[in-house]
């Protein structure tokens, strides 16, 4: 038989952004329990809202089932004799085992004969065993910041209130945080607060249901976006999907009902981002849109309870929003009295980092290393001074008041501002665009000035941080150095920058020297662990792209200074293995490199030393293939360089069969060695084919 289960921790509300991760990490560790425990079920599902994190589990069997453990005993010709009877060691290891000898079975293992004894332990009740799991399930959970309560030791995400645990209908009696598990739960706060008893497991969700809590979130999201969208249908506008937000909603509410408000169309004149960023950020309202994408002067909002009194509450929302509108107005009317330039110099009055210096000398920083950039990656000479005037302003906006009120829209207001003061129009965009992108997956700047001015900002940062020792550690990454970084990777790679990641932080970490900062750690130190760090980043861009695991280990070994060109040779080896000239390659290089490895040190090629005629050969095809292949190479067409490098088998395999590499005599011994290292050196340029899973 088998009955369902419904495990329930009711606490203190919980913060929104915890609630997917930790019910994903509570169907997953109940999961693994399961098994664990032999304890069969049809299905396992967790549910939540913010007062409760629920595991249901479907079908779940009434007993644990039977455990039977086969376990290796001597050979058989040491448990037995020639006729039969059973030796002190057979009767040893029955007696250890708790079995009869004769109990004992014969099994085949590593081709010998070996005694095994079978134990079986049966299987103990669910009632029984459930305490031990659910708690383990509880105790497993983990939260960003967890907290305390009271005298307590345990650390959860809020306080837990009360805990529900059933069996069928049997009350499953499971201890946590001084509380009992009990068939009683609670509503919603306000509209059927309780406690209500559940009857049965599967009657907890009607139960709720009917005291104004809808517990399945994914019915709750679905419910919210119908509401949402057909509300604004009926106001002559639509809302955009926004995944964040609707999320968001889903786990801040018990009982959704959406509602509409307006606001004074006046406030249409400011820009777009100044009305939609209180709505959406600090109010969590949809924006409605009219069929030409214009903002239309409405919002929609989700409240928590019934239809009741929608039009009071639905004129509250549209006070507070008011209130923030206006505030709005001013802040954008005050910000413009004065010149974005004219702001630069309070920037001094903002700390960066504490060892790092001010916003100031960060601002100076960035005028520098873009000017740096801009020649090192050979963009036009007219492109100087556009970014050199972007880096000044592309942080004085954080000295308004309109960003100090809403930091959502720094870089956006210092573009609206810059525009106003007359500015260039690529300089506007790039003091918008140079935090782009924001996070994985977000757009790209469209601009040089962007593009030039967010480098060299994401590269002042990591060096700065990397040089005071302010390196992440585990899930700890105060500064969002790993999203930096992964800026820097993500910008290298879709502008396809060729550029060396190790003399741009050299250039960086020069410009806080210039600066009057002393960094705690040295450049090399710098250098190699921001290196390695940002290879990490292309290492996880290239494993989400779909390629392979040892074609990437096999193109960043042979070097990820480049990152672009690091991403390109993956890209087009991983093309190349497709190719019929791969195997040949791979062998090639295999050979060559399993001989040239053995060389002691590197090794100079004199061909005129070459005495056989296979050896001869083998150095015309390299030279040729190196004419072929090092202007692909220097242009980046990979994929046509291996293909040049392919025709280097057969000269490989003729020189193995006809030519003794390792020659008594020394000299003759280490210029094939040479020959077999500059072959290896060629095809490096790529990848360490030795890295590849044949």
Known sequence: MARDLIFEIGTEEIPARFMNPALEQMAAVASQLLQEYRLPCQKVATYGTPRRLALYLTALAENQEELVQEIKGPPVKAAFTADGQPTKAALGFARSMGVAVEELVTREYNGGQYVFAIKREQGRPAVTVLPELLLAVVNALSFPKPMRWGSLEIRFARPIRWLLALFGSEVIPVELAGLTASNQTYGHRFLAPGPHQVPTASAYFQVLEENYVLVDQHRRRQLIWEQITGLASREGGRVEKDPELLEEITYLLEYPTALAGHFDPEYLKLPQEVVITPMRDHQRYFPVWNAQGELLPRFITVHNGTADHLENISRGNERVLAARLADAAFFYQEDRQTPLAAKVPKLEEIVFQESLGTMLAKTRRLQRLAVNLVNTLDLPAELVPLVERTAELAKADLVTAMVYEFPELQGIMGSYYAAHDGERAEVCQGIRQHYWPRFAGDRLPDSLTGMVVGLADRLDTLVGCFGAGLIPTGSQDPYALRRQATGVVTIAVEFNLKFSLTASIAAAYEGYTAGGIQLARPLDVVQEQLVQFCRQRLEHLLEEKGYRYDVIQACLAAGSDDLAAAYHRTRDLSAFREEEGFAALQTAFTRAFNLARQAREKYHLRPEALQEKAEAELYR??????????????????????????????????????????????????????????????????????????
């Open 621 to 694: 095809a390299l030279m040729e293939t190196r004419h072929q292949a090092e202007p692909r190479l220097r242009a980046g067409d990979y994929l046509a360089a291996l293909k040049a490098m392919a025709a280097l088998r057969g000269p490989i395999d003729a020189f193995f069969d006809n030519v003794l590499v390792m020659a008594p005599d020394m000299e003759v011994r280490n210029n094939r060695l040479a020959l077999l290292q500059a072959i290896v050196n060629l095809v490096f340029q790529i990848a360490d084919f030795s890295r590849l899973v044949p």
